[in-house]
């Protein structure tokens, strides 16, 4: 089997990313800011902007049978599991500069408004067990298939969890975007 029948080429990448309109863009950018969460050094846009560099450029190969939201969604959730083992391999910035973190020196409720932001965000999935695992083993990076292990759950059970957590989260934090298509 060769490269070209499994994923797709540079110039159907271009194309396809070319064509993204606004709505699709929110929906990518809200899905950054889930794999975003608890980065210390990059946000969302450095997020996605990052996984559309690789994937533009082939350093990430698109297989044709995976759709985009679902194939950008891995590309971030994968480079922001890499950033995140970055920041721990990073030696402290106390050694260079006396403090600990220097932006949370400079604000001492920035620990608290993320713990107030990730214990609303519990809330809202609260009533959807299977969601509310997912969130926790995103925020804690666990590896994929040890999530699914530890939930008891099969690829596509998780995936259905993650889509549902998702979906809850949009609603509860962006309110006024339908994530349903309009019907015309």
Not at 76 to 99: F, Y
Not at 118 to 132: E, K, N, V, W, Y
Not at 175 to 183: D, I, L, T, V, Y
Request: aromatic share 6%.
């Amino acid at each position: 089997m060769n490269d070209e029948a499994t994923h797709l080429t540079r110039g159907e990448v271009r194309r396809i990313i070319g064509r993204l309109r606004r709505p699709d863009l929110v929906r990518l950018g809200a899905l950054a800011r889930v794999w975003a969460t608890g980065l210390r050094q990059h946000d969302e846009d450095d997020l996605l902007n990052e996984a559309l560099d690789r994937v533009l450029s082939g350093r990430r190969p698109w297989p044709i049978d995976v759709p985009l939201p679902a194939f950008l969604s891995q590309v971030m959730r994968s480079i922001a599991s890499q950033w995140r083992h970055e920041d721990r391999r990073e030696p402290l910035k106390e050694d260079e500069t006396g403090d600990v973190f220097e932006g949370e020196s400079q604000n001492p409720g920035a620990c608290y408004e993320i713990g107030d932001l990730i214990s609303r965000m519990r809330r809202a999935l609260g009533t959807d067990p299977p969601a509310l695992g997912v969130f926790d083993h995103i925020l804690a990076d666990s590896d994929r298939e040890d999530a699914q292990t530890a939930l008891g759950m099969n690829t596509t059970q998780y995936d259905t969890a993650r889509r549902r957590m998702v979906r809850q989260l949009f609603e509860a934090f962006h309110a006024g975007w339908n994530h349903e298509p309009q019907r015309h």
